[in-house]
């Protein structure tokens, strides 16, 4: 009947959909960017930050700007194909509606 | 960039996507063929079950066929109406990529 073992339970949460949305069509993204178009508090995007960091999906870039620090984003090719395949695995499940 | 606030924190689960899919496209299912086909635990489905009961997007029925219980479940009008919304803004998302 249904097949929900492809779906990937680190990209469970809204959050987490929209971050790997963004970073999959996206070079390096701003973290101000990423939570402006979330419309995220900074306490619940940064635990799914480090939550997708630890799996690997997704790394970070910390620089300088003039005199202020710049954090951004972006998504690792492991973190490409467990996307991909997570969202292949949403679409079968949407498909069979 | 990405617009997750239609999607329903209510769905965000595996589990829930499951049950909620198999729901759709049947009548009254029975608990056992639910628990079978999504290869759960008892206590796993049992507490998404619950969640989604007191969301009032499934209703149950218990009832005696010859000396046995059975419990069956079956997808509310709201739930019908908030799944699909919840798949229409997943498709969305997926579209978008």
Known sequence: MSNISALNKAFESRVRLGIMSILLVNEW???KEIKASLDLTDGNLASHI???EKFGYIEVRK???GKKTNTSYQIT???????NKHI???EK???NL
């Open 29 to 31: 993204v701003d973290y």
């Open 50 to 52: 480090t939550g997708l």
């Open 63 to 65: 620089r300088f700007i």
């Open 77 to 83: 090719a492991l973190g490409k194909q467990a996307f």
């Open 88 to 90: 292949n695995a949403l």
């Open 93 to 95: 499940l949407i498909n």
